[in-house]
């Protein structure tokens, strides 16, 4: 049998990943083949090179960015309209694309597939994904013209979301402008930064963060495509909250209303201890958001912005940050339970996280932006977090709060509401204005 190569046997050592040619030693004919190739699809100098590097310290003394606060919204109905309209503008003349994150194992949730095909309901074709890119169909339908939509999936996720993106005719998008991007994966790690395996002659691969689009929209040529195509705007929203809207005209208007290169929706904390990271601007003068397990132990209570992972990024902007010299996204580790290979031989699911993934985080961009716009949301409106399998932030929680939504619209329209609520079918009704 062929030894592994040298040059491969060389990256891995020098990675401090030895234990892997051991393995590949001790499998036979065909499994250590398959082994073989799967190690030389890993980029091993940026696993060990992101397992080293440490996330940037924060800066002190953050305070409340500047927003565009509810209040204010409400208060000057006459800026919300011509914000709206700026927005509307853009979305007709074809300058905006919008990006579903949909690479993450979702673990927490537990469901066995991609995060985006869970069913919702009530009724059972409403799963995440209809909901959602239904939705992103009925704001184009408007706009009179497709809005391009890009799916961020990995390898885990890939398979079973074009199948069902084909059994649901592509939820009404037209096929050509929907674009799949394939993100990297990085094997998972213990305490030693050694890699772990799933089983005998598998690694442990996991998704490299939802900051993995960057480099996966660079190295796929979307998001030259997205600029040849005109696209000057790409927001990116998370298939695990149901009420997702990326292409909220306001939020565009507001993003070019500031002359701003990046943006972010905003929700104020219900307490300090809410998990969702928050809004911060530095002493640089530069918006950042901060994971909530990277706070300081109060909880930061000045910073009342949490995040509801919807952004906008200028795309000309974005192509000029990728091309400068040495730009990378700071690696992030997340301590999660990955189900591995032990000494023994066995494969177990941990009770307790065990292992580090290596992550890069989407909103590490806002501080290299020189101009972030953020715009305050209404919570009961725009954020129903699919994170858990129970308790909060789980199905039973987010399919309340689209219920509810879905009667506000009924209760704004003057309609009586339907008991039950029906299902959020955003190409029959997409606010209280079709209903009418
Ligand atoms: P989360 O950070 O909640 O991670 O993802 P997750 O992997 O889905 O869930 P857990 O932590 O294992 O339970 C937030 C959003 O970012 C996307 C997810 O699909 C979700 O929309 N994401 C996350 C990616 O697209 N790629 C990744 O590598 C990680």
Not at 269 to 296: H, N, T
Not at 324 to 337: M, N, S
Request: glycine share 10%; charged share 25%.
């Amino acid at each position: 049998m062929a030894p592994v190569a040298a040059d491969l046997a060389g990256r891995l050592t020098s990675a401090g990943q030895a234990h892997l040619l051991a393995h590949a030693e001790s499998l036979a004919g065909g499994a250590r083949e398959t082994f073989v190739a799967q190690l030389a699809s890993v980029d091993w100098a940026r696993a060990a090179a992101a397992f080293a590097s440490k996330a940037p310290p924060l800066p002190p003394d953050l305070r409340p960015p500047e927003a565009l606060t509810w209040r204010r919204r409400c208060n000057e109905p006459g800026l919300a309209a011509r914000l709206a309209r700026d927005g509307d503008a853009l979305l007709a003349a074809g300058r905006v694309a919008t990006l579903l994150l949909a690479g993450g194992q979702g673990t927490r949730l537990g469901y066995p597939g991609p995060k985006g095909t869970f069913v919702l309901g009530p009724d059972p074709d409403r799963s995440l994904y209809a909901i959602l890119l239904e939705r992103v169909a009925a704001t184009a339908r408007r706009a009179g013209r497709p809005v391009p939509v890009v799916v961020l999936v990995s390898g885990d996720t890939e398979e079973a979301t074009r199948a069902h993106f084909e059994e649901r005719a592509f939820f009404g998008l037209p096929r050509d402008a929907v674009w799949f991007v394939r993100q990297g994966e990085l094997p998972a790690l213990d305490d030693a930064g050694r890699a772990l395996l799933a089983a005998p002659g598998r690694l442990a691969l996991a998704p490299d963060g939802h900051g993995g689009l960057v480099e996966a929209l660079v190295r796929s040529g979307v998001l030259d495509r997205l600029a040849e195509r005109g696209v000057d705007v790409l927001t990116t929203f998370q298939v695990d909250n149901a009420l997702g809207r990326p292409l909220d005209p306001v939020f565009l208007g507001w993003l070019v209303d500031r002359h701003a290169v990046a943006a972010g929706k905003a929700v104020r904390k219900k307490a300090p201890d809410e998990k969702v990271g928050v809004f911060g601007r530095g002493l640089d003068g530069r918006v950042r958001i901060v994971e909530y397990s990277e706070l300081p132990a109060d909880g930061a209570p000045d910073l009342v912005l949490g995040s509801i992972a919807v952004h906008a990024f200028s795309v000309p902007w974005l192509r000029r940050l990728v091309a400068t010299e040495g730009f990378t996204l700071p690696w992030h580790r997340a301590r999660k339970k990955v189900a591995c290979l032990g000494a023994d031989g066995v494969v177990a699911t941990p009770s307790a996280p065990n292992a580090w993934k290596l992550e890069q985080f989407l909103f590490d961009l806002l501080p290299m932006a020189p101009r972030t716009a953020v715009v305050e949301v209404d919570r009961a409106r725009e954020f129903a977090p699919v994170k858990n399998a129970e308790g909060e932030d789980s199905p039973a929680t987010a399919r309340a709060l689209v219920a509810a939504e879905v009667a506000r619209w009924h209760r704004e329209a003057g309609r009586p509401v339907p008991d039950p609520v029906p299902s959020l079918r955003p190409l029959v009704a997409d606010g209280p204005d079709d209903l009418r």
